[in-house]
């Protein structure tokens, strides 16, 4: 915040699967929002914004002069209300908490898992019949959260498909 500047990050929270909504007409309501969404954990850069889902369901963050904004952004269609204190007072938020989601979005408001496996990467096989036995990724996991490794058995290469659970790195 710089001098003069009375802005603070606050926690809103949406009417019912309304987030998207409560934070367009904020925007346009001259507030500031920070909307983080989660791409689903084997989606790819460029789809559709509909398999994305709020990191925090029903709720988003609003930055804004308490005094000056208040009224305008709480009647805003889809806001239900603000978290408050005790006395019925907005909770301001550390401005270090919003940054930091922000910062593990690259500066966005979409969250991205970070891939587990590459193929090649070498994994040990952690449950099953095949535990303790080392196998090398075939293929990363797949939209149903299987990873494909190669495995040695009987001196032939066998492909198996395994959840990435059953699996660790080496």
Partial sequence: MGVGDCSAWYVVRSKPRAEAAAADNLRTRGVE??????????SRRGE????LEALFPGYLFARLDLARQYQLAAWA??????????EGLPAALEDGVVESLRQRAGGGEILRP???????????????????LLAVVDRPCSAAGRVQILLDLLRRQTRLELPASAVAPL
């Fill in 77 to 86: 269609p889809g806001v239900a209300h603000f978290l408050t204190l005790g």
């Fill in 114 to 132: 970070r891939l587990m496996f590459r193929a090649g990467d070498p994994v040990e096989i952690r449950n099953g019949p095949f535990t303790g």
């Fill in 33 to 42: 929002v920070y909307f983080p969404r989660l791409a689903p954990a084997f």
């Fill in 48 to 51: 559709d914004d509909h398999a």
